[in-house]
């Protein structure tokens, strides 16, 4: 599989190439082609802002103009904020890497566009574009920065290409505690409450155990959590027969 390649047409700033560096490195994209950059190339500015990002510069491909930047390209993603009026598909950036890795993975050569940082592409780039990417941005201020663009796409490239789990929960070390270890620590409970008087009206006691019961039901504790609990009511107990004997 060959993965997108980001073309930057007409950059301005080294400073934004460099973040676009970082940005597509973020997500395992390396092929970068500048098309006729404002301050020539190499940039040190771009360098300097890569931060360890330096040999997507390195690589980078260097073209005079679009028409040869994407000569060799199956099909090209523009970016652009603006209604262009154009009888070309609109994407998201999520559905627009989800038909790059369908494209991709069918043998094709991809490319995604961004244009210069003052005004974004013109509609003479956007004709070499077989479709437009757009972000459900705030209409009153829909700008982007360039790093920042090849970000949010680098991003749904990355989401489409790899399994990520959406919710992770870090047990640091230790484990969920079993059903049997909560319904000894529910238990331990129940019998300081049971002491204490907790449970009063008899009348309600039934109902008022359930309740405890459940809420420890939801609390998804560790085994860690359960043996804090268990040293809790045994310290607690060991205070009040201390101070019970005085």
Avoid at 78 to 87: G, H, K, L, Q, Y
Avoid at 140 to 165: D, I, M
Wanted: proline fraction near 7%.
């Amino acid at each position: 599989m060959i993965p997108p390649a980001f073309i930057l047409v007409r950059p301005q700033m080294g400073e934004n190439i460099g973040a676009a560096a970082r940005a597509m490195l973020n997500f395992g994209l390396d092929r970068m082609r500048i098309v006729d950059p404002r301050d020539g190339w190499p940039n040190p500015k771009a360098n300097a802002m890569a931060s360890g990002a330096g040999r997507v510069l390195d690589h980078a491909g260097v073209f005079p103009d679009l028409a040869a930047a994407v000569g060799d390209c199956d099909y090209v993603f523009a970016t652009t904020a603006r209604n262009r009026e154009m009888v070309k598909p609109v994407l998201t950036p999520e559905r627009a890497m989800e038909q790059a890795r369908a494209l991709v993975a069918a043998g094709k050569r991809v490319a995604v566009m961004f244009g210069p940082e003052r005004a974004g592409l013109e509609n003479e780039d956007l004709v070499h574009a077989n479709a437009l990417i757009t972000v459900p941005v705030n209409p009153e201020f829909p700008s982007l920065n360039l790093g920042q663009c090849a970000l949010l796409v680098g991003y749904e490239w990355g989401r489409q290409t790899q399994e990520v789990v959406p919710e992770v929960m870090n047990l640091a070390r230790t484990e969920f505690a079993q059903r049997h270890e909560v319904e000894k620590l529910a238990e331990h409970f129940e019998e300081r409450l049971e002491a204490a008087g907790f449970f009063f009206p008899p009348t309600k006691a039934d109902g008022m155990r359930l309740n405890l019961r459940n809420m420890w039901g939801r609390l998804n504790l560790t085994r860690a959590e359960v043996q804090t609990f268990h040293g809790m009511l045994r310290q607690i107990a060991y205070k009040l027969k201390v101070q019970g004997g005085e």
